[in-house]
Protein backbone atom coordinates (compact mmCIF):
# COMPACT_ATOMS: atom_id res chain seq x y z
CA UNK A 1 0.00 0.00 0.00
CA UNK A 2 2.53 2.12 0.80
CA UNK A 3 4.66 1.40 -2.45
CA UNK A 4 1.14 2.67 -4.31
CA UNK A 5 0.98 5.66 -2.77
CA UNK A 6 4.67 6.58 -3.39
CA UNK A 7 4.13 5.90 -7.23
CA UNK A 8 0.65 7.67 -6.95
CA UNK A 9 2.45 10.40 -5.29
CA UNK A 10 5.56 10.78 -8.03
CA UNK A 11 2.95 10.50 -10.85
CA UNK A 12 1.25 13.51 -9.35
CA UNK A 13 4.08 15.56 -9.10
CA UNK A 14 5.23 14.79 -12.86
CA UNK A 15 1.87 15.44 -13.96
CA UNK A 16 1.66 18.49 -12.04
CA UNK A 17 5.03 19.60 -12.93
CA UNK A 18 4.35 19.16 -17.00
CA UNK A 19 1.71 21.24 -16.02
CA UNK A 20 1.90 24.77 -17.62
CA UNK A 21 3.84 25.81 -20.63
CA UNK A 22 7.54 27.84 -20.54
CA UNK A 23 9.23 29.25 -22.94
CA UNK A 24 11.96 27.75 -24.15
CA UNK A 25 13.93 29.05 -26.88
CA UNK A 26 15.63 26.17 -29.14
CA UNK A 27 14.87 23.26 -27.00
CA UNK A 28 15.13 19.75 -28.72
CA UNK A 29 14.69 16.28 -27.10
CA UNK A 30 15.80 13.71 -30.04
CA UNK A 31 17.07 10.04 -29.84
CA UNK A 32 20.52 9.99 -30.56
CA UNK A 33 22.37 6.35 -31.47
CA UNK A 34 23.93 4.54 -34.29
CA UNK A 35 22.84 4.91 -37.58
CA UNK A 36 23.60 1.04 -38.82
CA UNK A 37 23.69 -2.06 -36.57
CA UNK A 38 24.04 -5.78 -37.59
CA UNK A 39 21.57 -8.23 -36.88
CA UNK A 40 22.49 -9.85 -33.28
CA UNK A 41 24.03 -6.66 -32.30
CA UNK A 42 23.04 -4.29 -28.89
CA UNK A 43 23.20 -0.75 -28.69
CA UNK A 44 22.52 2.13 -27.08
CA UNK A 45 20.29 5.41 -27.76
CA UNK A 46 20.08 8.32 -25.80
CA UNK A 47 17.19 10.76 -25.55
CA UNK A 48 19.49 14.02 -25.51
CA UNK A 49 17.41 17.37 -24.60
CA UNK A 50 19.55 20.21 -26.08
CA UNK A 51 19.47 23.53 -25.03
CA UNK A 52 17.29 23.24 -22.27
CA UNK A 53 16.71 26.38 -18.99
CA UNK A 54 15.51 24.87 -15.31
CA UNK A 55 14.32 21.05 -16.45
CA UNK A 56 13.02 19.20 -13.77
CA UNK A 57 11.16 16.42 -15.23
CA UNK A 58 10.96 14.38 -18.28
CA UNK A 59 8.63 12.27 -19.94
CA UNK A 60 8.35 10.41 -23.16
CA UNK A 61 7.25 7.01 -25.70
CA UNK A 62 9.74 5.75 -27.58
CA UNK A 63 8.31 4.08 -30.70
CA UNK A 64 10.08 1.95 -32.99
CA UNK A 65 9.49 -0.73 -35.66
CA UNK A 66 9.09 -4.55 -33.46
CA UNK A 67 9.85 -6.46 -36.56
CA UNK A 68 13.26 -5.21 -36.34
CA UNK A 69 14.42 -4.31 -32.64
CA UNK A 70 13.47 -5.45 -29.21
CA UNK A 71 13.47 -3.20 -26.52
CA UNK A 72 15.60 -4.29 -23.06
CA UNK A 73 15.91 -1.83 -20.54
CA UNK A 74 16.29 2.12 -19.96
CA UNK A 75 17.55 3.91 -17.50
CA UNK A 76 18.81 7.43 -16.90
CA UNK A 77 21.10 9.55 -18.51
CA UNK A 78 23.25 12.75 -16.99
CA UNK A 79 20.80 15.44 -16.45
CA UNK A 80 19.76 14.59 -12.90
CA UNK A 81 21.86 13.29 -10.14
CA UNK A 82 19.24 11.68 -8.20
CA UNK A 83 15.94 11.29 -10.11
CA UNK A 84 12.77 9.72 -8.76
CA UNK A 85 12.13 7.95 -11.80
CA UNK A 86 8.23 6.89 -12.55
CA UNK A 87 8.19 2.95 -13.67
CA UNK A 88 9.49 2.42 -17.30
CA UNK A 89 7.04 0.60 -19.09
CA UNK A 90 8.70 -1.53 -22.31
CA UNK A 91 6.14 -3.21 -24.76
CA UNK A 92 7.07 -4.44 -28.04
CA UNK A 93 6.48 -1.09 -30.00
CA UNK A 94 7.42 1.41 -27.57
CA UNK A 95 9.34 2.78 -24.25
CA UNK A 96 7.85 4.61 -21.62
CA UNK A 97 10.07 6.99 -19.51
CA UNK A 98 9.61 9.28 -16.88
CA UNK A 99 11.56 11.04 -14.26
CA UNK A 100 11.92 14.27 -11.61
CA UNK A 101 13.58 16.24 -9.19
CA UNK A 102 11.64 17.88 -6.59
CA UNK A 103 14.37 20.48 -5.91
CA UNK A 104 15.07 23.57 -7.70
CA UNK A 105 18.91 23.30 -6.58
CA UNK A 106 18.72 20.03 -8.76
CA UNK A 107 17.11 21.47 -11.98
CA UNK A 108 19.44 20.97 -15.28
CA UNK A 109 20.45 23.56 -17.56
CA UNK A 110 22.42 23.08 -21.14
CA UNK A 111 22.70 19.86 -23.10
CA UNK A 112 22.55 16.50 -21.85
CA UNK A 113 21.37 12.59 -21.68
CA UNK A 114 17.70 12.41 -19.81
CA UNK A 115 17.66 8.58 -20.60
CA UNK A 116 19.10 5.82 -22.09
CA UNK A 117 17.59 2.93 -23.97
CA UNK A 118 19.14 -0.25 -25.12
CA UNK A 119 18.28 -2.19 -28.23
CA UNK A 120 18.87 -5.33 -29.65
CA UNK A 121 18.71 -5.73 -33.44
CA UNK A 122 16.15 -8.48 -34.02
CA UNK A 123 16.33 -8.62 -37.84
CA UNK A 124 16.99 -6.68 -41.22
CA UNK A 125 15.47 -3.65 -41.61
CA UNK A 126 14.90 0.11 -40.78
CA UNK A 127 13.08 1.43 -37.80
CA UNK A 128 12.16 5.11 -37.11
CA UNK A 129 12.97 6.06 -33.69
CA UNK A 130 9.83 8.26 -32.93
CA UNK A 131 9.07 10.49 -29.77
CA UNK A 132 5.83 11.26 -28.91
CA UNK A 133 3.68 12.19 -25.46
CA UNK A 134 7.13 14.25 -24.65
CA UNK A 135 6.72 16.69 -22.00
CA UNK A 136 9.82 18.66 -20.15
CA UNK A 137 8.95 20.14 -17.02
CA UNK A 138 10.52 23.50 -14.66
CA UNK A 139 9.88 24.88 -11.61
CA UNK A 140 6.63 25.31 -9.76
CA UNK A 141 4.60 22.66 -12.49
CA UNK A 142 6.02 25.50 -15.84
CA UNK A 143 6.26 22.82 -18.75
CA UNK A 144 9.33 23.53 -21.36
CA UNK A 145 8.30 24.12 -24.67
CA UNK A 146 10.48 21.87 -27.22
CA UNK A 147 10.55 20.32 -30.73
CA UNK A 148 11.10 16.83 -31.60
CA UNK A 149 12.63 15.93 -34.74
CA UNK A 150 10.41 15.09 -37.93
CA UNK A 151 10.90 12.96 -39.73
CA UNK A 152 12.41 10.86 -36.96
CA UNK A 153 15.80 9.52 -37.20
CA UNK A 154 15.98 5.95 -38.42
CA UNK A 155 18.62 3.15 -37.54
CA UNK A 156 18.84 0.55 -40.19
CA UNK A 157 19.28 -3.16 -39.56
CA UNK A 158 21.93 -4.82 -41.79
CA UNK A 159 23.30 -8.87 -42.20
CA UNK A 160 26.05 -9.74 -39.46
CA UNK A 161 29.32 -9.36 -41.05
CA UNK A 162 30.55 -13.50 -41.26
CA UNK A 163 33.65 -11.60 -44.06
CA UNK A 164 36.78 -12.46 -42.48
CA UNK A 165 39.68 -10.40 -41.98
CA UNK A 166 42.76 -11.23 -44.76
CA UNK A 167 46.25 -9.95 -45.81
CA UNK A 168 46.34 -7.10 -47.71
CA UNK A 169 49.90 -5.94 -48.08
CA UNK A 170 53.00 -6.64 -45.77
CA UNK A 171 56.66 -4.65 -45.49
CA UNK A 172 58.52 -6.04 -45.84
CA UNK A 173 56.78 -7.23 -48.86
CA UNK A 174 57.07 -11.69 -49.30
CA UNK A 175 60.32 -12.39 -50.70
CA UNK A 176 62.09 -9.25 -50.46
CA UNK A 177 65.92 -8.73 -49.61
CA UNK A 178 68.01 -6.30 -48.45
CA UNK A 179 65.93 -5.20 -45.63
CA UNK A 180 67.18 -3.17 -42.65
CA UNK A 181 68.12 -5.03 -39.73
CA UNK A 182 66.12 -2.26 -37.89
CA UNK A 183 63.20 -3.10 -39.62
CA UNK A 184 59.94 -2.48 -38.44
CA UNK A 185 57.48 -4.82 -39.61
CA UNK A 186 53.86 -4.11 -40.44
CA UNK A 187 50.81 -6.10 -41.78
CA UNK A 188 47.98 -4.62 -43.31
CA UNK A 189 44.43 -6.14 -43.46
CA UNK A 190 41.36 -5.86 -45.17
CA UNK A 191 39.94 -4.15 -42.33
CA UNK A 192 39.98 -2.95 -38.58
CA UNK A 193 41.39 -5.86 -36.35
CA UNK A 194 41.91 -6.17 -33.02
CA UNK A 195 43.60 -9.07 -30.65
CA UNK A 196 41.77 -12.87 -30.89
CA UNK A 197 42.86 -15.82 -28.93
CA UNK A 198 45.99 -16.78 -30.93
CA UNK A 199 47.58 -13.38 -31.04
CA UNK A 200 50.34 -14.53 -28.69
CA UNK A 201 51.19 -17.61 -30.86
CA UNK A 202 52.29 -14.32 -33.72
CA UNK A 203 56.04 -15.35 -34.19
CA UNK A 204 59.40 -13.95 -35.96
CA UNK A 205 62.27 -16.44 -36.49
CA UNK A 206 65.20 -17.22 -38.39
CA UNK A 207 65.63 -20.11 -41.13
CA UNK A 208 67.19 -22.26 -38.29
CA UNK A 209 63.93 -21.88 -36.13
CA UNK A 210 65.79 -19.20 -33.51
CA UNK A 211 63.01 -17.30 -32.11
CA UNK A 212 63.08 -13.19 -32.73
CA UNK A 213 61.46 -11.57 -29.32
CA UNK A 214 59.26 -8.38 -29.74
CA UNK A 215 56.95 -6.01 -28.92
CA UNK A 216 53.18 -5.90 -31.04
CA UNK A 217 49.95 -3.81 -31.63
CA UNK A 218 47.15 -3.12 -33.56
CA UNK A 219 46.12 0.59 -35.28
CA UNK A 220 42.83 0.43 -37.05
CA UNK A 221 44.22 -2.03 -39.65
CA UNK A 222 47.48 -2.34 -38.97
CA UNK A 223 49.18 -4.97 -37.32
CA UNK A 224 53.41 -3.76 -35.98
CA UNK A 225 56.02 -5.96 -35.38
CA UNK A 226 58.66 -3.82 -33.79
CA UNK A 227 61.89 -6.43 -32.94
CA UNK A 228 63.20 -6.08 -29.68
CA UNK A 229 67.00 -5.29 -31.09
CA UNK A 230 68.39 -5.29 -34.86
CA UNK A 231 68.13 -8.21 -36.68
CA UNK A 232 70.68 -9.91 -37.79
CA UNK A 233 72.68 -8.67 -41.26
CA UNK A 234 72.07 -11.59 -43.84
CA UNK A 235 70.04 -13.49 -42.53
CA UNK A 236 66.22 -15.09 -43.88
CA UNK A 237 63.50 -14.66 -41.72
CA UNK A 238 59.70 -15.47 -41.71
CA UNK A 239 57.00 -13.73 -39.61
CA UNK A 240 54.10 -16.18 -38.68
CA UNK A 241 50.72 -15.09 -38.33
CA UNK A 242 48.49 -18.20 -37.55
CA UNK A 243 44.56 -18.65 -37.56
CA UNK A 244 42.75 -17.18 -34.88
CA UNK A 245 45.48 -14.40 -34.11
CA UNK A 246 43.33 -11.15 -34.97
CA UNK A 247 39.63 -10.43 -35.97
CA UNK A 248 37.58 -8.15 -37.24
CA UNK A 249 35.63 -6.27 -35.39
CA UNK A 250 32.42 -8.26 -35.61
CA UNK A 251 34.53 -10.87 -34.28
CA UNK A 252 35.42 -13.52 -37.16
CA UNK A 253 38.79 -14.50 -37.09
CA UNK A 254 41.58 -14.79 -39.38
CA UNK A 255 40.61 -17.92 -41.26
CA UNK A 256 44.42 -19.36 -42.32
CA UNK A 257 47.42 -19.50 -41.22
CA UNK A 258 49.41 -16.58 -42.98
CA UNK A 259 53.51 -16.27 -43.23
CA UNK A 260 55.67 -13.99 -45.12
CA UNK A 261 59.70 -14.28 -45.50
CA UNK A 262 62.23 -11.16 -46.34
CA UNK A 263 65.96 -11.05 -45.87
CA UNK A 264 67.84 -8.63 -44.07
CA UNK A 265 70.99 -6.67 -45.89
CA UNK A 266 74.38 -7.96 -46.12
CA UNK A 267 76.92 -6.14 -43.67
CA UNK A 268 78.18 -2.72 -44.92
CA UNK A 269 81.63 -2.13 -44.76
CA UNK A 270 83.57 -0.09 -42.21
CA UNK A 271 83.43 3.61 -43.35
CA UNK A 272 86.71 3.78 -43.89
CA UNK A 273 88.45 7.25 -41.98
CA UNK A 274 89.76 9.33 -44.88
CA UNK A 275 92.62 11.63 -44.01
CA UNK A 276 95.51 13.87 -45.63
CA UNK A 277 98.15 14.88 -44.30
CA UNK A 278 97.70 18.50 -45.82
CA UNK A 279 93.44 18.83 -45.62
CA UNK A 280 93.09 19.41 -41.76
CA UNK A 281 91.09 22.10 -41.53
CA UNK A 282 90.43 23.07 -45.52
CA UNK A 283 87.35 24.60 -46.68
CA UNK A 284 86.52 21.63 -48.55
CA UNK A 285 87.68 19.07 -46.28
CA UNK A 286 84.40 17.19 -45.98
CA UNK A 287 83.50 17.21 -49.03
CA UNK A 288 86.37 15.54 -50.28
CA UNK A 289 86.47 12.92 -47.87
CA UNK A 290 82.61 12.20 -48.75
CA UNK A 291 84.41 11.64 -52.76
CA UNK A 292 87.40 9.44 -51.71
CA UNK A 293 85.12 7.34 -49.81
CA UNK A 294 82.97 6.67 -52.57
CA UNK A 295 85.59 5.98 -54.97
CA UNK A 296 85.07 9.82 -56.75
CA UNK A 297 88.55 11.33 -56.06
CA UNK A 298 91.73 9.77 -54.21
CA UNK A 299 95.14 11.07 -52.73
CA UNK A 300 98.96 10.84 -53.65
CA UNK A 301 100.87 7.57 -52.44
CA UNK A 302 102.59 10.03 -50.26
CA UNK A 303 99.34 10.89 -48.32
CA UNK A 304 98.93 13.93 -49.74
CA UNK A 305 95.53 15.20 -51.34
CA UNK A 306 96.91 18.55 -53.03
CA UNK A 307 94.36 20.43 -53.17
CA UNK A 308 95.71 23.66 -55.08
CA UNK A 309 97.23 21.60 -57.97
CA UNK A 310 94.97 22.21 -61.07
CA UNK A 311 93.71 19.03 -63.19
CA UNK A 312 93.90 17.94 -66.61
CA UNK A 313 90.25 17.81 -69.33
CA UNK A 314 90.98 13.84 -68.70
CA UNK A 315 91.45 13.48 -65.12
CA UNK A 316 87.91 16.10 -64.87
CA UNK A 317 85.77 14.01 -67.01
CA UNK A 318 87.21 10.26 -65.58
CA UNK A 319 85.73 12.27 -62.35
CA UNK A 320 82.72 12.81 -63.73
CA UNK A 321 81.79 9.93 -64.94
CA UNK A 322 82.64 8.23 -61.69
CA UNK A 323 80.83 10.77 -59.77
CA UNK A 324 77.62 10.28 -62.32
CA UNK A 325 78.15 6.27 -62.09
CA UNK A 326 78.46 6.22 -65.87
CA UNK A 327 78.54 2.85 -67.73
CA UNK A 328 82.05 2.13 -68.87
CA UNK A 329 82.62 3.15 -72.51
CA UNK A 330 84.65 1.65 -74.91
CA UNK A 331 87.30 2.71 -77.53
CA UNK A 332 84.55 3.47 -80.04
CA UNK A 333 82.83 5.68 -78.06
CA UNK A 334 86.40 8.02 -78.40
CA UNK A 335 86.61 7.47 -82.33
CA UNK A 336 86.04 10.95 -82.98
CA UNK A 337 88.61 12.37 -81.48
CA UNK A 338 91.76 12.14 -83.60
CA UNK A 339 93.85 12.45 -80.05
CA UNK A 340 92.04 9.45 -79.09
CA UNK A 341 95.16 7.45 -78.70
CA UNK A 342 96.59 10.25 -76.38
CA UNK A 343 94.28 9.03 -73.64
CA UNK A 344 95.88 6.25 -71.16
CA UNK A 345 94.16 2.75 -71.01
CA UNK A 346 93.75 3.32 -67.14
CA UNK A 347 91.27 6.25 -68.65
CA UNK A 348 89.94 4.64 -71.60
CA UNK A 349 86.09 3.65 -70.31
CA UNK A 350 85.64 6.93 -68.01
CA UNK A 351 86.52 9.06 -70.92
CA UNK A 352 84.78 7.15 -73.52
CA UNK A 353 81.45 7.07 -71.14
CA UNK A 354 81.60 10.91 -70.70
CA UNK A 355 82.38 11.47 -74.54
CA UNK A 356 79.23 9.04 -75.22
CA UNK A 357 76.73 11.09 -72.86
CA UNK A 358 77.96 14.25 -74.39
CA UNK A 359 79.59 15.45 -71.61
CA UNK A 360 82.33 16.61 -73.40
CA UNK A 361 82.47 17.95 -77.11
CA UNK A 362 86.52 18.48 -78.09
CA UNK A 363 88.21 21.31 -79.65
CA UNK A 364 87.32 21.59 -83.50
CA UNK A 365 89.71 22.38 -86.39
CA UNK A 366 89.81 23.92 -89.81
CA UNK A 367 89.88 20.41 -91.43
CA UNK A 368 86.81 19.35 -89.35
CA UNK A 369 88.14 17.23 -86.77
CA UNK A 370 88.10 17.42 -83.51
CA UNK A 371 90.59 16.47 -80.63
CA UNK A 372 90.42 15.47 -77.00
CA UNK A 373 93.46 17.60 -75.37
CA UNK A 374 93.55 14.92 -72.49
CA UNK A 375 96.72 16.80 -70.60
CA UNK A 376 95.29 20.12 -71.17
CA UNK A 377 94.51 21.56 -68.04
CA UNK A 378 90.64 22.54 -67.71
CA UNK A 379 89.72 26.53 -67.09
CA UNK A 380 86.50 27.22 -65.17
CA UNK A 381 84.76 27.83 -68.38
CA UNK A 382 85.08 24.65 -69.33
CA UNK A 383 83.93 23.37 -66.46
CA UNK A 384 80.98 25.20 -65.68
CA UNK A 385 80.06 24.18 -69.54
CA UNK A 386 80.09 19.92 -68.58
CA UNK A 387 78.50 20.85 -65.40
CA UNK A 388 75.76 22.61 -67.40
CA UNK A 389 75.06 19.82 -69.81
CA UNK A 390 74.76 17.46 -66.48
CA UNK A 391 72.27 19.33 -64.64
CA UNK A 392 70.07 19.94 -68.08
CA UNK A 393 70.32 16.29 -69.33
CA UNK A 394 69.23 15.34 -65.04
CA UNK A 395 66.69 18.42 -64.36
CA UNK A 396 65.53 19.42 -67.85
CA UNK A 397 65.87 23.04 -69.27
CA UNK A 398 67.48 25.68 -66.33
CA UNK A 399 66.65 29.66 -67.12
CA UNK A 400 70.49 31.08 -66.63
CA UNK A 401 71.54 33.16 -63.82
CA UNK A 402 72.58 36.73 -64.41
CA UNK A 403 76.20 37.02 -64.78
CA UNK A 404 76.92 39.94 -62.32
CA UNK A 405 80.47 39.40 -62.14
CA UNK A 406 83.46 42.33 -62.16
CA UNK A 407 85.00 40.43 -65.42
CA UNK A 408 81.58 38.64 -66.96
CA UNK A 409 82.75 40.43 -70.19
CA UNK A 410 85.76 37.85 -69.84
CA UNK A 411 83.77 35.09 -70.11
CA UNK A 412 83.73 33.72 -73.48
CA UNK A 413 80.30 34.04 -75.43
CA UNK A 414 79.99 30.40 -76.07
CA UNK A 415 80.40 29.58 -72.37
CA UNK A 416 78.12 32.24 -70.68
CA UNK A 417 75.13 30.86 -70.54
CA UNK A 418 76.75 27.31 -69.43
CA UNK A 419 78.04 29.44 -66.88
CA UNK A 420 74.68 31.00 -66.27
CA UNK A 421 73.01 27.48 -65.30
CA UNK A 422 75.53 26.16 -63.35
CA UNK A 423 75.72 29.49 -61.13
CA UNK A 424 71.57 29.21 -61.19
CA UNK A 425 72.05 25.50 -59.15
CA UNK A 426 74.95 26.65 -57.09
CA UNK A 427 77.51 24.57 -58.71
CA UNK A 428 79.50 27.06 -59.67
CA UNK A 429 80.15 30.71 -57.99
CA UNK A 430 82.63 33.76 -57.98
CA UNK A 431 85.88 34.82 -55.51
CA UNK A 432 85.08 37.15 -52.32
CA UNK A 433 86.19 40.06 -54.86
CA UNK A 434 83.02 39.81 -56.93
CA UNK A 435 84.93 38.08 -59.74
CA UNK A 436 84.71 34.73 -62.06
CA UNK A 437 87.73 34.53 -63.61
CA UNK A 438 86.87 32.46 -66.41
CA UNK A 439 90.72 31.08 -67.90
CA UNK A 440 92.14 30.27 -64.27
CA UNK A 441 92.67 26.68 -64.04
CA UNK A 442 90.37 24.41 -61.79
CA UNK A 443 92.05 23.22 -58.78
CA UNK A 444 91.40 19.88 -57.70
CA UNK A 445 90.03 21.76 -54.29
CA UNK A 446 87.47 23.60 -56.67
CA UNK A 447 86.77 20.36 -58.44
CA UNK A 448 85.41 18.44 -55.45
CA UNK A 449 83.39 21.31 -54.32
CA UNK A 450 81.63 21.54 -57.58
CA UNK A 451 80.80 17.81 -58.18
CA UNK A 452 79.55 17.85 -54.19
CA UNK A 453 77.52 20.64 -55.25
CA UNK A 454 76.34 19.29 -58.38
CA UNK A 455 75.71 16.00 -56.68
CA UNK A 456 73.46 17.54 -54.29
CA UNK A 457 71.72 20.05 -57.00
CA UNK A 458 70.82 16.69 -58.45
CA UNK A 459 69.89 14.36 -55.37
CA UNK A 460 72.68 12.09 -55.76
CA UNK A 461 74.03 13.30 -52.16
Not at 198 to 219: L, Q
Not at 265 to 281: R, S
Not at 303 to 314: N, S, V, W
Request: proline letters at 7%; glycine letters at 8%.
Amino acid sequence: MIRKSLLLLLAVALALLLAAPAWANGTVLKPVGPAEVTVGEEFTVGIVVYDVEGLMGVQFDLEFNPGVLEALSVESGDVFDTPFEVPSVITAVYVRYGAIVLSQAEAFSGTGTAALVTFKAKAEGTSELRLEDTSLGAYAGAKINHSTPDPPPTVTVTAPDTTPPTVTSTDPADGATGIPVDKTVTVTFTENIRQAARYDDISVEDADGNAVTFTKGISGKVLTIDPTGDLDYATAYRVNIPAGAVEDTAGNDLADDYAFDFTTEILPAPEPVITFTNMEGHWVEDCVAELVYRGILSGYPDGTFRPDQPITRLEAVCILARALELAPGTAADLGKFKDAAAIPAWAVADAAAAAREGLIEGYPHADGSLTFEPAKLITRTEMAAIMSRVLEKELGQITPAPLLFTDADDIPDWTKEAVGIALAKGVVGGYPDGTFRPQNNVTRAETASMVCRLLEAIGRM
